[in-house]
């Protein structure tokens, strides 16, 4: 907590700006804007609070996602550069911008900011040093530096604590794959190999979102990096970590800063900019959030802690054919089926060898006990279906071979249907939740779609199973392998006559 305040409420003020980034954050806003006060907001706190882990060496790797025009750049590349050096004039920062004319630009203000005396006098030892004052590369008395470059430029011989990614893409160029995978390469074949100490450097990288295959999309489809996404408009309901212990508990529908953009705005702004551009650059989702094949409002919702008697755990597998990067996912899509109603329960996604995805199956199958086990009949499945009924391992069911009719375009298709009928239930909170609608809505415009294959898979067969209200009496030989119909509702785990058929 802060203390009382003193007499001299400038000396305490200064106090306090010295301590807190997000009250120094107000003063770089008034000298920047000459002399305008911040509306300040909790989106604010939000990064201060983030910026503060980064500082903390709690987090290494920070990504912020937000729309433009929302103080991103100064609050980062410009407020908290100059803060930190205020604290540790031996810091070295390396700052990136998609143009040397952007980058000179943040490294102006903040050299404007550092050489101004109300910094100096906040942060008196923390001097500009006489010989190194040029705009984008000045350095302080102490030997702490701040480097601006374009993601193009040259950083040979050149490395810091610090790597700030700031707007590494152009709006205007994010459609080019060419400009796409220059930059991604540009950061990890360069840029990322900058930082002085690789155990304990940090990146952070704070852009808005404009394409699936954005640098912030390939960071976050590595995985290690903390996230932050501010979407201009809640796509549903979150509780976001602030400064001092506190929270921000957003509701779906809240504007992100009604006080700068309101909803009026924004909602001329969808219109100005086309639903596709103002879901990537303010919403931070680049596939259209209203979906393609699939519609978001389609999607229903269960709660976790109350799963409904009965029904039974059915899970698909789409299985790639290497584990390579650049190749396809494997993914096991585990559900309860309880009447016309799938809820999903868990998506595991991960790129293995058949060594690793044979383990993954049998630990999958043990945790979640499923009654069926499907796994398409190609590429690496024809495989692991020979192991797992040559094998026969404890706690994992025979498996059911699927094989694919048509392409996925045509089987998801198939599905869209029962999804709009309302039959697929999502979790209201699970770690996969995100990546997962997304990948559903984007269908067949997402940048993967073996998530969207092996739902299909799950419900396509579901589907088929809920025509029969009574198992036939010889059995129908179906296509799941060596299994028949009468073999697969005679199991002795579906006993339950009025579960029996799935519906």
């Given at each position: 907590?802060?203390?009382?305040?003193?007499?001299?409420?400038?000396?305490?003020?200064?106090?306090?700006?010295?301590?807190?980034?997000?009250?120094?954050?107000?003063?770089?806003?008034?000298?920047?804007?000459?002399?305008?006060?911040?509306?300040?907001?909790?989106?604010?706190?939000?990064?201060?609070?983030?910026?503060?882990?980064?500082?903390?060496?709690?987090?290494?790797?920070?990504?912020?996602?937000?729309?433009?025009?929302?103080?991103?750049?100064?609050?980062?590349?410009?407020?908290?550069?100059?803060?930190?050096?205020?604290?540790?004039?031996?810091?070295?920062?390396?700052?990136?911008?998609?143009?040397?004319?952007?980058?000179?630009?943040?490294?102006?203000?903040?050299?404007?900011?550092?050489?101004?005396?109300?910094?100096?006098?906040?942060?008196?030892?923390?001097?500009?040093?006489?010989?190194?004052?040029?705009?984008?590369?000045?350095?302080?008395?102490?030997?702490?530096?701040?480097?601006?470059?374009?993601?193009?430029?040259?950083?040979?011989?050149?490395?810091?604590?610090?790597?700030?990614?700031?707007?590494?893409?152009?709006?205007?160029?994010?459609?080019?794959?060419?400009?796409?995978?220059?930059?991604?390469?540009?950061?990890?074949?360069?840029?990322?190999?900058?930082?002085?100490?690789?155990?304990?450097?940090?990146?952070?990288?704070?852009?808005?979102?404009?394409?699936?295959?954005?640098?912030?999309?390939?960071?976050?489809?590595?995985?290690?990096?903390?996230?932050?996404?501010?979407?201009?408009?809640?796509?549903?309901?979150?509780?976001?970590?602030?400064?001092?212990?506190?929270?921000?508990?957003?509701?779906?529908?809240?504007?992100?800063?009604?006080?700068?953009?309101?909803?009026?705005?924004?909602?001329?702004?969808?219109?100005?900019?086309?639903?596709?551009?103002?879901?990537?650059?303010?919403?931070?989702?680049?596939?259209p959030a209203a979906g393609n094949m699939a519609k978001a409002d389609w999607l229903r919702r269960y709660d976790c802690s109350s799963l409904p008697h009965g029904g039974r755990v059915v899970q698909s597998w789409d299985t790639a054919s290497k584990d390579g990067i650049h190749n396809d996912w494997s993914v096991c899509v585990t559900a309860h089926v309880y009447r016309r109603e799938i809820r999903i329960l868990d998506v595991w996604r991960a790129r293995v060898d058949f060594v690793g995805l044979k383990r993954e199956v049998m630990r999958l199958a043990r945790e979640w006990k499923p009654q069926a086990l499907l796994i398409e009949d190609a590429a690496s499945g024809m495989q692991l279906l020979q192991t797992l009924r040559n094998e026969q391992p404890s706690g994992v069911p025979m498996p059911?071979?699927?094989?694919?009719?048509?392409?996925?375009?045509?089987?998801?298709?198939?599905?869209?249907?029962?999804?709009?009928?309302?039959?697929?239930?999502?979790?209201?909170?699970?770690?996969?939740?995100?990546?997962?609608?997304?990948?559903?809505?984007?269908?067949?415009?997402?940048?993967?779609?073996?998530?969207?294959?092996?739902?299909?898979?799950?419900?396509?067969?579901?589907?088929?199973?809920?025509?029969?209200?009574?198992?036939?009496?010889?059995?129908?030989?179906?296509?799941?392998?060596?299994?028949?119909?009468?073999?697969?509702?005679?199991?002795?785990?579906?006993?339950?006559?009025?579960?029996?058929?799935?519906?």
């Amino acid at each position: 907590m802060l203390m009382k305040p003193p007499e001299d409420s400038e000396a305490f003020l200064r106090a306090v700006q010295r301590k807190d980034f997000a009250w120094f954050l107000r003063g770089v806003f008034f000298i920047l804007s000459g002399g305008d006060s911040l509306a300040w907001n909790w989106h604010l706190d939000a990064i201060a609070y983030q910026l503060g882990r980064v500082r903390a060496g709690k987090s290494q790797r920070l990504l912020v996602t937000m729309p433009p025009r929302n103080l991103k750049s100064i609050a980062i590349s410009v407020a908290w550069v100059a803060w930190m050096l205020g604290h540790n004039p031996r810091l070295k920062f390396v700052c990136v911008s998609y143009s040397d004319e952007l980058a000179l630009k943040l490294a102006r203000d903040c050299r404007m900011v550092m050489q101004s005396s109300w910094y100096r006098e906040l942060f008196p030892r923390t001097i500009i040093a006489a010989s190194r004052t040029a705009v984008h590369d000045f350095e302080t008395t102490a030997g702490g530096n701040r480097l601006a470059t374009s993601i193009k430029g040259t950083v040979t011989g050149r490395g810091g604590n610090y790597l700030i990614i700031d707007d590494p893409i152009k709006p205007d160029e994010a459609m080019s794959e060419t400009t796409r995978t220059g930059v991604n390469e540009s950061f990890s074949r360069t840029l990322a190999t900058r930082l002085d100490d690789k155990e304990n450097g940090s990146i952070v990288v704070v852009m808005q979102r404009l394409h699936e295959e954005d640098l912030a999309g390939a960071l976050i489809e590595k995985g290690h990096w903390d996230h932050l996404s501010l979407p201009a408009i809640a796509p549903e309901d979150a509780v976001i970590r602030l400064t001092r212990g506190r929270v921000h508990r957003r509701k779906v529908g809240d504007v992100l800063h009604p006080a700068r953009e309101s909803r009026d705005t924004l909602e001329q702004l969808r219109v100005s900019l086309g639903s596709a551009v103002f879901s990537a650059q303010y919403q931070q989702q680049p596939v259209p959030a209203a979906g393609n094949m699939a519609k978001a409002d389609w999607l229903r919702r269960y709660d976790c802690s109350s799963l409904p008697h009965g029904g039974r755990v059915v899970q698909s597998w789409d299985t790639a054919s290497k584990d390579g990067i650049h190749n396809d996912w494997s993914v096991c899509v585990t559900a309860h089926v309880y009447r016309r109603e799938i809820r999903i329960l868990d998506v595991w996604r991960a790129r293995v060898d058949f060594v690793g995805l044979k383990r993954e199956v049998m630990r999958l199958a043990r945790e979640w006990k499923p009654q069926a086990l499907l796994i398409e009949d190609a590429a690496s499945g024809m495989q692991l279906l020979q192991t797992l009924r040559n094998e026969q391992p404890s706690g994992v069911p025979m498996p059911i071979a699927r094989k694919p009719e048509g392409d996925k375009a045509t089987r998801f298709s198939a599905i869209c249907p029962m999804i709009e009928a309302g039959q697929l239930l999502l979790p209201t909170e699970a770690p996969w939740l995100a990546d997962f609608k997304s990948e559903i809505l984007g269908f067949p415009n997402a940048r993967h779609d073996d998530q969207a294959d092996a739902l299909a898979q799950l419900m396509i067969w579901v589907g088929r199973q809920q025509r029969f209200e009574s198992p036939p009496a010889g059995g129908y030989i179906i296509d799941v392998g060596t299994m028949t119909e009468e073999d697969w509702f005679n199991q002795d785990a579906w006993a339950d006559e009025d579960d029996a058929c799935l519906y």
